[in-house]
Structures are given as structure tokens and as C-alpha cells.
């Protein structure tokens, strides 16, 4: 790669490198996000595609069902969320909700689950977790809805059973 990763997700066949900057602009923060793919015949970049907004963790990175899907804070003078699901094969972004979150809050832990995603939110100061509940079966047509406050704020999400979500983290 040209520059270096501040995180990568690895799914079967791909590789997914992250890198963050500041368009220096609007201070707008970004990221390019490279996919390699890999197999019997080597290494190859697939594509790559860049999103507003800088990504967490790999938990925040996902591909499924050949949707590359992805979670981002976005930072300009306030936080916010997003989510990006981005087709594989052409590298376009083929559906998104931007900006998701109240401003003033960051991401603080994501879970995919198939064709679902859960997302927390903070803002740290106040010490309460909206999560947020997305349908990603049609990534061109995502919904959402917000399920509720964790008091503290979430630094995991364990899935449970019949679409029950535990969130790990802290309270004071």
C-alpha cells in the first residue's frame, strides 16, 4: 500500500486496509478503505472506495453477501455517525445513512450480524448509549431504528438469541 493502515478487516477472499486523514479543505475527516483480494493465484487490489468519516475498529468493517459495509464517526467542528455499504464489484457506494447519530457523538462499538447492524453512540461527557438497529437486506434501501439508551456507554455488543443485544462497557 502507499500509505499505512490505521486498521484492517479480513474476510475470506479480501483484505481490507483503512487509512484516515483530514481533507484539509473543510476538515472533513475521511477515509480511503483498499481491498486486496487473495487466493491461489496471489495477491491483487480489487478496489477501493472512500468514505466521510474514520473508522473505529475492524468491528466496524463487515462484507457480506458481496456488500462491503462499514461504520464511521465523522468528525468536523461535532461527531456523528454513519453507515456505508459499498458493492464489491464496482466499488461504488450502493447505499448509506450519513450523519445518523445526535450531534456530538461518536461510535463506541459495532456488531454485524448478517443483514442486520448494531451501532452505539456516545458522547462520552454524558454517559448514555443510543443504539441504533439497521436492516442492511437491501443495501440500497437501508432503515433504522433507534432502540433505546444504555446507561454508560457500550465498548461491545454481544448478539443473544431471538434479537437480543447485550452492551458491554461503562457506567459511573
Not at 458481496?66 to 455499504?85: H, L, Q
Not at 461491545?156 to 452492551?167: A, E, K, N, R
Amino acid at each position: 500500500l502507499y500509505r499505512c493502515s490505521t486498521d484492517l478487516y479480513v474476510s475470506q477472499n479480501n483484505m481490507y486496509f483503512t487509512h484516515a486523514y483530514v481533507e484539509q479543505e473543510e476538515w472533513e475527516s475521511m477515509t480511503d478503505i483498499t481491498c486486496i483480494s487473495y487466493g491461489e493465484d496471489g495477491f491483487a487490489q480489487a478496489g477501493n472506495v472512500t468514505v466521510e468519516g474514520a473508522v473505529l475498529n475492524q468491528y466496524s468493517m463487515d462484507e457480506y453477501d458481496g456488500v462491503f459495509r462499514v461504520v464511521t464517526s465523522v468528525y468536523r467542528p461535532y461527531e456523528s455517525a454513519s453507515i456505508y455499504c459499498v458493492d464489491i464489484e464496482t466499488w461504488e457506494i450502493i447505499g448509506s445513512v450519513t450523519e445518523f447519530s445526535p450531534k456530538g457523538e461518536d461510535v463506541q462499538s459495532v456488531r454485524f450480524d448478517k443483514e442486520k447492524a448494531y451501532v452505539c453512540t456516545a458522547e462520552v461527557i454524558t454517559l448514555t448509549d443510543p443504539v441504533y438497529a439497521f436492516n442492511l437486506s437491501d443495501p440500497a434501501n437501508i432503515t433504522y431504528k433507534d432502540t433505546g439508551v444504555i446507561e454508560g456507554y457500550s465498548s461491545s455488543l454481544v448478539q443473544f438469541y431471538d434479537g437480543y443485544l447485550l452492551g458491554i462497557g461503562f457506567n459511573e
